[in-house]
């Protein structure tokens, strides 16, 4: 069985010589850089099957890096998780708006990172679900393709964003609390993490354009999806 394999871009020695080692000891097929702009480049060049990238690095910052990966269609699917000690909320939503698919605040236990690790790439090599494709109100969802249409026309999105929606339509005329998406789409259930939910809603909302008004509010309760 080919192992997995995951880029580590993070300018700190003893941080990133400890996340090799675990990653390796974990069965991780494991490349690792200090500098954003060779990050970026091993990226492009080893198609990783996910990134953890620090936000502070010499070169090129992780805001930067994320940016160029997620707008370069070779990319563009390869899942990140932000890796920073900045803690802020701006900062997070900033990660995520860039399409981040998680966010994790130094200091943190490895045994965290890992299963966040696995459960981003659950939700970016899933299995498709009962039914083959998914059809609602103009929108087109292929779930062995991993694609979205609208009128015919594709839909770029993140792994986060078409399980976000899969769930949503799946699951409609439900309402989906936002801890009932993170145990979902996520894959767990940290406190304090609903804001995820919300960002990566209205990054989804922008991406559907004319079709974003099915994805209603319920205040107060989360999301569904509009029948």
Same mark, same amino acid.
């Given at each position: 069985?080919?192992?997995?394999?995951?880029?580590?871009?993070?300018?700190?020695?003893?941080?990133?010589?400890?996340?090799?080692?675990?990653?390796?000891? =974990?069965?991780?097929? $494991?490349?690792?850089?200090?500098?954003? #702009? !060779?990050? +970026?480049?091993? &990226? *492009?060049?080893?198609?990783?099957?996910?990134?953890?990238?620090?936000l502070?690095?010499?070169?090129?910052?992780?805001?930067?890096?994320?940016?160029?990966?997620?707008?370069?269609?070779e990319?563009?699917?390869?899942?990140?998780?932000?890796?920073?000690?900045?803690?802020?909320?701006?900062?997070?939503?900033?990660?995520?708006?860039?399409? =981040?698919?998680?966010? $994790?605040?130094?200091?943190?236990?490895? #045994? !965290?990172? +890992?299963?966040? &690790? *696995?459960a981003?790439?659950?939700?970016?090599?899933?299995?498709?679900?009962?039914?083959?494709?998914?059809?609602?109100?103009?929108?087109?969802?292929?779930?062995?393709?991993?694609?979205?249409?609208?009128?015919?026309?594709?839909?770029?999105?993140?792994?986060?964003?078409?399980?976000?929606?899969?769930?949503?339509?799946?699951?409609?005329?439900?309402?989906?609390?936002?801890?009932?998406?993170?145990?979902?789409?996520?894959?767990?259930?940290?406190?304090?993490?609903?804001?995820?939910?919300?960002?990566?809603?209205?990054?989804?909302r922008?991406?559907?354009?004319?079709?974003?008004?099915?994805?209603?509010?319920?205040?107060?309760?989360?999301?569904?999806?509009?029948?």
């Amino acid at each position: 069985m080919t192992k997995e394999s995951v880029l580590i871009v993070e300018d700190e020695e003893d941080i990133l010589n400890l996340l090799q080692f675990n990653f390796e000891s =974990a069965g991780f097929d $494991v490349h690792v850089t200090g500098d954003g #702009r !060779e990050g +970026l480049a091993m &990226a *492009r060049r080893l198609r990783p099957d996910i990134v953890l990238l620090d936000l502070m690095l010499p070169g090129m910052d992780g805001f930067d890096v994320c940016k160029a990966l997620k707008r370069d269609a070779e990319t563009a699917q390869i899942p990140v998780i932000m890796l920073t000690a900045r803690g802020e909320e701006v900062d997070r939503i900033v990660g995520l708006e860039l399409g =981040a698919d998680d966010y $994790v605040v130094k200091p943190f236990s490895f #045994r !965290e990172l +890992l299963l966040r &690790a *696995r459960a981003v790439l659950r939700r970016s090599t899933g299995q498709p679900a009962e039914r083959a494709t998914m059809e609602r109100e103009g929108l087109s969802i292929d779930l062995e393709a991993h694609k979205v249409f609208i009128e015919g026309q594709e839909v770029g999105l993140t792994a986060t964003e078409f399980k976000l929606l899969s769930e949503l339509i799946r699951t409609s005329p439900r309402v989906r609390t936002r801890d009932q998406l993170l145990t979902s789409v996520w894959g767990y259930e940290f406190e304090g993490y609903a804001r995820t939910v919300d960002t990566h809603v209205r990054r989804l909302r922008q991406k559907l354009g004319d079709h974003a008004a099915l994805i209603e509010t319920v205040r107060g309760v989360g999301y569904r999806f509009k029948e």
